[in-house]
């Protein structure tokens, strides 16, 4: 069986910077081909991935992760009713919950309230994030004003209830959801397999980390001889770092996730292609905003490969298990990162037999990434992006 898959390759630099850092305040690394390389976990860049959905798609294609899905699910039971009273909508809210997804809601404690700021009556939450769509919160909350208004106070523990509440959670999932996945640990029956990968980046060089010394001045004195030292001393890590950056997508998982189109005169290929299209621009395009005030280390990448596979997907970083050093003559990576990238998918490519037909769509910025031309012509970002939905879409009508 013929299958797609969306592979998405990129190298990016980004200099002085602390995107993604672990309990210590140090940005993350990793050992790779013997050396500390700079890395950027894959859940920071999933996360800003999918940030980035909310500029290009409309919020009835997406989810909300969180805890307080007994009050986010309120709002919209209000909303189809507002006589509800608020404590009421509260509690129907967390039954339908647990009906839908096995999850016991409970009340926050008076402690865990106060450190949050928080004071009064609260809406029940559960102990762990729960992904939903907006339209399943919309579907949700259609029962549970059906629930409230039958008077029934054992409405939501009905086995056949119980079954309609879980098939609203298992159908018409959102883009990220059906991307990135659920994990719902009380009932796994509604669990989404994730259509989409995501490696941790890594630098494509050794790196080490380094200390920035920081003072802060007292703007406020009353005299000039006042506090000659500095009002408050710090010290913040950082690194810079060309990374190799690489995201998959299993399309046919990610069409059997999505199901049918938002409306019922919309082509069954139209979700998809959406939704492979945002991902590849909001991946290429968005960055983790840790300590993004710091070093407003705003970057792009300047090169990116795009394939469309019929097997499995490949990941290149083996193109970096030696890690690239800089010209002595005239510095930088990138150079020769984008021609051990080149080098290594021909090669791979080559040795294994891997068909010609997969479709490769090329980005590149600059002359020093002029080396993937070898792989194909360079497109403008909107150009390519749309070449690569299209072929999306021209793939799934064959099959």
Known sequence: ????????????????????????????????????????????????????????????????????????????????????????????????????????????????????????????????????????????????????????????????????????????????????????????????DAAAQVAHAISVHRVDNESDYYTAVDDYKKRKDDDKGAGMIGTVEFNSATLYRYAAVDVDLLRRNLGKGLRDDEPVTEPVRQAVEAFVQCFLTSLPTGKINTFGNHTLPDAVVIKLREARPINLVAAFEEPCRADPETGGHMRQATEALVSYLTDIETSYGISDSDSTWIMHVGETTAALTRLGDSLPMPELIAAVGAEVVRRQEQA
């Open 1 to 192: 069986m013929i299958r797609t898959i969306l592979e998405v390759h990129a190298l990016q630099t980004v200099p002085p910077s602390c995107l993604n850092r672990d309990e210590t305040g140090t940005p993350k690394t990793a050992m790779y081909g013997g050396v500390r390389r700079a890395r950027v976990s894959s859940q920071a860049w999933k996360r800003a991935t999918r940030q980035g959905f909310h500029t290009l798609l409309d919020p009835s294609a997406l989810g909300v992760r969180t805890r307080r899905v007994a009050e986010l699910l309120a709002e919209r039971i209000r909303k189809l009713d507002d006589s509800i009273p608020q404590a009421d909508a509260w509690s129907i809210a967390a039954e339908t919950i647990q009906a839908a997804t096995g999850s016991k809601l409970e009340v926050p404690k008076r402690k865990e309230q106060a450190e949050r700021g928080e004071a009064g009556d609260a809406a029940p939450e559960s102990k762990y994030l729960i992904f939903l769509s907006a339209r399943q919160l919309d579907g949700l909350a259609e029962l549970a004003v059906k629930g409230y208004g039958s008077g029934n106070k054992a409405y939501f523990k009905d086995k056949a209830v119980k079954e309609q509440a879980k098939q609203i959670a298992k159908a018409r999932h959102s883009v990220d959801i059906a991307l990135f996945g659920r994990m719902i640990a009380d009932d796994t029956d509604i669990n989404v």
